[in-house]
């Protein structure tokens, strides 16, 4: 099964759970968050986005694998998906994946350069500001500019 995003009522449910989801990820009610993905997942298993995100918020709580594995899905639906290559890499890097780390913020960076240089800025502005618990992208030293 494929999902018809162009179809209205899938549009107006996505549309829904995605803000919905930003919503409560920006209030830090990541379990909460986690649970809406898992909704829209059940709705629309075939839709990469949310699984996507899902494995965004995996990484915010420190459930790497499941980050991994949720980006892993996200991927075989949409392998362009630079958001989620993005966030896997993340998710390697800190299980100690340097390598795999490097192939997927590689990967990221050839398919949506921009979005790569828009999480790093913000990263690097929270971490100057002292926000240590949502810095991804440059944690530990670890800069994505020496890609």
């Known amino acids: ?10 549009s107006s449910h996505a549309k829904a759970f995605s803000e919905s989801l930003a919503k409560k990820y920006k ?10 993905s898992i909704k829209a997942i059940g709705l629309y298993p075939d839709d990469g986005f949310a699984y996507g995100r899902r494995g965004y918020i995996k990484n915010q ?16 639906l949409n392998p362009d998906d630079a958001f989620s290559y993005f966030t896997r890499g993340i998710a390697k890097r800190a299980l100690g994946d340097y390598g795999g ?19 790093f800025n913000r990263d ?6 002292g ?4 810095t991804h992208a440059i944690n530990k030293g670890n800069y994505i500019s020496e890609i």
């Open 1 to 10: 099964m494929s999902i018809d995003n162009s179809n209205p009522e899938y």
């Open 61 to 76: 709580i420190g459930d790497y694998l499941g980050a991994v594995q949720d980006c892993n899905k996200a991927l075989d």
């Open 101 to 119: 780390a490097m192939k997927d913020f590689l990967k990221a960076v050839e398919l949506d350069w921009n979005m790569v240089k828009k999480y």
């Open 124 to 129: 690097f502005a929270r971490n100057i500001l």
């Open 131 to 134: 926000d240590k618990k949502h």
């Open 27 to 36: 209030l830090g009610n990541y379990e909460s968050a986690i649970q809406d």
